[in-house]
């Protein structure tokens, strides 16, 4: 088997791959309810203030705050209630100086009142309170606009919409919101060994069941794509060429498993004009790219490790997705070496701020994958780091 004549750095190899590609200009409307994990194609600015109009921040008595700055429990200030209202009514009262209105959180505060008092602060006999303590101007209101204000970039283009997001979207009167296309992604599983349903014969017979197919789906769908599957194609040269050009002239991008290496039946790579082939990264090495198709490898967890550090980039960069990924910082609670000239991908478990180094070893070990929630990387110049070191890890 040849070898390959350079391994490109996975920086470097990045960098190729991502000014390779251009950003989707396709957009589309789509509802609140269907947008999330969406990418919005625009800015949103509010079209009005959120809240419209000063409310309740709690339940109690709208009044003028100067009228309860004597006001102690040991000598209470009376204060009468000329009206009452609910959530969503409007009193139609006006607060004079001894007056209250009794109210309740998210109600509209009446003309004339700058304050609420808590009714757990006041005692009340008929139409009567007796106040125990003062409140401020201003104490328990929320004042319009002070979610939102009229004319604010409230969500930017590139956002990955969240459930928090569409919740905002609503408060200011949204029922759609416009998204990038999702860019669709072809993939095309290979090697003679493969079977797409069970067979107890045949894998005895030393026939595997195919994973890739439902795994890139899955990670595909998870970072903006929609997923395109040609099948699981046996090492046939001239099907998977035909393949090949195929999802290439249907999908924004392609993902070929297997055919990476130089083996006699490594077919893939050579029906793609590619820019690298082979890099540092480790598990995953033989990846190549070119005219929007990665030519992956067969083992899943070498093709985890490749969607991870190169395709989920390139769908990112095709919807201009910002944020897309969670780092965070941990203590590694055991000694993790590496080889110089390695960029390594090393799974891990984060919990509790501490990372735990997954120490299944195998490209085709799928439990690796599972029992893992995120990865630290090993850069080429490292050989590693010790137990109680602080690194980054990246969730998945």
Same mark, same amino acid.
């Given at each position: 088997m040849r070898e390959f004549k350079r391994l490109i750095p996975y920086r470097e190899a990045l960098e190729m791959l991502l000014n390779d590609l251009n950003e989707i200009e396709d957009t589309e409307e789509v509802p609140l309810d269907g947008a999330l994990g969406r990418v919005l194609a625009e800015d949103i600015v509010s079209p009005i203030d959120s809240p419209p109009f000063d409310r309740a921040a709690v339940d109690g008595y709208a009044l003028r705050a100067e009228d309860t700055f004597q006001a102690r429990e040991y000598n209470p200030v009376e204060i009468k209630v000329i009206d009452e209202i609910v959530a969503g009514e409007e009193s139609k009262a006006k607060v004079e100086p001894g007056t209250a209105v009794k109210l309740m959180t998210g109600s509209k505060m009446p003309e004339g009142a700058n304050a609420v008092l808590m009714q757990e602060m006041a005692e009340r006999e008929g139409d009567v309170i007796r106040v125990l303590r003062p409140v401020a101007p201003g104490q328990n209101v929320a004042f319009a606009g002070e979610d939102v204000r009229k004319g604010e970039v409230i969500l930017q283009k590139g956002q990955i919409l969240r459930p928090q997001d569409l919740a905002l979207l609503k408060s200011i009167g949204l029922k759609t919101v416009r998204v990038k296309r999702k860019p669709l992604v072809g993939i095309i599983v290979t090697g003679d060994e493969l079977l797409e349903e069970f067979d107890e014969e045949?894998? $005895?017979?030393?026939?595997?069941?195919?994973?890739?197919?439902?795994?890139?789906?899955?990670? !595909? &769908?998870?970072?903006?794509? +929609?997923?395109?599957?040609?099948?699981?194609?046996?090492?046939?040269?001239?099907?998977?060429?035909?393949?090949?050009?195929?999802?290439?002239?249907?999908?924004?991008?392609?993902?070929?498993?297997?055919?990476?290496?130089?083996?006699?039946?490594?077919?893939?790579?050579?029906?793609?004009?590619?820019?690298?082939?082979?890099?540092?990264?480790?598990?995953?090495?033989?990846?190549?790219?070119?005219?929007?198709?990665?030519?992956?490898?067969?083992?899943?967890?070498?093709?985890?490790?490749?969607?991870?550090?190169?395709? $989920?980039?390139?769908?990112?960069?095709?919807?201009?997705?910002?944020?897309?990924?969670?780092? !965070? &910082?941990?203590?590694?609670? +055991?000694?993790?070496?590496?080889?110089?000239g390695r960029y390594e991908f090393v799974k891990v478990r984060y919990e509790n701020g501490k990372a735990k180094p997954i120490r299944k070893k195998g490209s085709g070990i799928i439990s690796s994958l599972v029992e893992s929630n995120g990865y630290m990387a090993i850069p080429e110049d490292s050989e590693g780091y010790l137990e109680g070191e602080v690194v980054e890890v990246v969730l998945y």
């Open positions: 045949a894998l $005895k017979a030393g026939k595997i069941l195919d994973s890739n197919s439902v795994m890139l789906k899955g990670l !595909v &769908r998870q970072y903006f794509g +929609e997923p395109r599957f040609y099948g699981v194609i046996p090492d046939d040269a001239e099907r998977i060429g035909e393949a090949i050009r195929k999802a290439r002239e249907e999908c924004d991008l392609v993902l070929v498993t297997g055919g990476s290496a130089f083996g006699e039946k490594d077919f893939a790579h050579r029906f793609v004009n590619l820019l690298f082939h082979g890099t540092t990264i480790k598990p995953g090495r033989p990846i190549g790219y070119g005219e929007r198709t990665f030519v992956m490898s067969g083992y899943p967890a070498a093709v985890f490790t490749q969607f991870h550090l190169y395709v $989920k980039h390139a769908l990112a960069k095709l919807v201009g997705a910002r944020n897309y990924e969670v780092r !965070v &910082r941990a203590e590694l609670v +055991e000694s993790v070496p590496s080889q110089l």
